[in-house]
């Protein structure tokens, strides 16, 4: 497990990998999401609300995602500004059935 630790968001394999991220808010908050970067991601900025009313189309560039999505016209409705990460961790060990 030595290998799970924070590295910095520059050494992120952008090969459409998750990655577990890691993050600082404005408030001081820590945030974390399971991601991976993505080459042709659609986002609306929740900032621009009043132009998407009038039918403003979306930004389409690589960045991160977790295809969460919180509008089915959008893959994001904001934009994951990732400071740090680690790899995805294992998956615990499968419990076995138990014997009748």
């Not at 404005?26 to 659609?42: I, K």
Request: proline share 10%; charged share 30%; hydrophobic share 35%.
């Amino acid at each position: 497990m030595s290998d799970l630790k924070w590295q910095p968001i520059e050494t992120a394999p952008k090969d459409g990998t998750w990655v577990l991220l890691g993050w600082w808010t404005d408030d001081g908050e820590w945030q974390m999401a399971f991601a991976h970067w993505y080459e042709e991601f659609e986002l609306l900025d929740l900032k621009d609300n009043a132009r998407c009313k009038r039918g403003y189309r979306p930004i389409y560039r690589a960045a991160w995602t977790d295809h969460n999505f919180s509008d089915p016209r959008y893959e994001e409705l904001y934009e994951f500004k990732p400071q740090f990460w680690q790899p995805k961790p294992a998956a615990p060990a499968k419990p076995l059935k138990e014997q009748p």
